[in-house]
């Protein structure tokens, strides 16, 4: 019999114990009904026998995989979407999968928030466009847009619709959390090549052996295992936009390598001679400060000259406080409609409290704020006693927050380390939240905790990997001292 709340309910199918745990611990976190089955036999009898709004299942399984699996569950049951998970991702596999009706694919390794957010766009939208697992969601009333009418957010918008009606290359830059795709994504909406594809490259997520085979493709037996073409991100975005996500992150020679398809127009899959022409407008985003990697010879000037030609600084949230209110109602209203909750209103004095707050994590940091609030908060009216936990009791100007002393003479690479740590262990040891608060990669961060010899954070478990936001602060760091000497205090 199909379950009591079919609309949320979501089969988790996956040969790996702590896969199926920690897939079934986040979602279940955020109010889906979840079941887990350990083979893809075991999948489709659940599947007849009950009603899924979304299956997440792996590639490669022992027995019927899950191909396999989506090719029969679709017999029995048409309605429920299909996200495949795969640890060998390229773009042939997501065509394949989307020709076979999956909604979208998950690389792995993965993090909890990349699954929250794939879930929720598809069963709140109606999952990706049919095609190209890279292209943005279809509007509807759960899409995410920018927010906000204070001066700096109205010379953002006015600078998207500029950048909008040419065919220039734009670089967004801004701290983490500021919603730097969600401008590239108004620009590429805004200009002619809106209705097109918009596909997304995270510079960051693929080692430089991979980089030109994903971004330019390949010819069959260009290399061992290619045993098909294949075509690359470029090619997937002819027409429309290509987002390079975290370009500071890009390897020295792949940056040639994309200098020379932005300058010439043209690129060669791997192994190919025949010469393509890219017709693409691309758009680059980067939370570092890059005159400073130029000079440090990390990021090639002639390539930062191509790419800013067009540039859109997004400033952060600090700098922009009179947006909050409108942002606070919006993600309120969004929530409470994601959570299936009673409308809830903010306090006055809430209100106050959340405008007199840095946000060093920004949009999103208020956004996952508001949203445990949301769910916690038993009342119609949420006030500010709801949000001391969170960015504490005190407000500026009754009083500094206690902070880390460290010691004078203390070593720039000491004070380095302390601070990393102090981030995880804030954060229980989430690798990803702690590069995101700290504005660098995960691969950065995790070459600076082998560096260090940390092997305790190198060593995560599912359950680490999703540690909660906002831990309690327990332990002071090697280096750090609370004190009333002769030192500096690191907030």
Known sequence: MPGSNTLKSILVVDDEPLIREFLTEILSRKRYRVEAAADGEDALSMVKKDRFALVLTDWRMRGRDGISLLRAAREVSPDTRFVIMTAYATVENAVEAMKLGACDYLTKPFSGEQVEQLVERILMDGGAEEGNPWRAAKGGPERRVLVGGSPKMKEVQSLIRLAASTEATVLITGETGTGKELVAQAVHEQSRRGGRSFVRFNCAALPETLFESELFGHERGAFT????????RFELAHGGTLL???????AWGGQAKLLRVLQE??????????TLRADVRVIATTNKDLAREIREERFRSDLYYRL???????????????????????????????????????????????MRYSWPGNVRELENCLERVAILSRAAVIGPECFYDLIGEQNPGEGEREGYWIPAGTSLKDVESAFLIRTLEEVGGNRSLAASRLGISSRTLRNKLHMMGRMDFLKSTPQREVAAEGMERK?????????????????
Not at 225 to 232: E, K, N, S, T, V
Not at 244 to 250: K, L, Q, T, Y
Not at 265 to 274: C, L, M, S
Request: with cysteine.
């Open 265 to 274: 127009k043209e690129f060669e899959r791997v192994g190919g001679a025949a």
């Open 308 to 354: 800013s030609v067009f540039p859109i600084a997004v400033p952060p949230l600090r700098d922009r406080l009179g947006d909050i209110p409108d942002l606070t109602r919006h993600f309120l209203r969004l929530q409470c409609r994601r959570n299936s909750l009673e409308p809830r209103e903010i306090s006055p004095e809430a209100l106050d409290l959340l």
């Open 225 to 232: 295992g290619a045993i098909r073409q294949r075509r690359g």
């Open 475 to 491: 332990n002071v760091p090697p280096g750090m001292e609370r004190s009333s000497s002769s030192g500096f205090r690191m907030q």
């Open 244 to 250: 390079m996500d975290e370009i500071s992150e890009m």
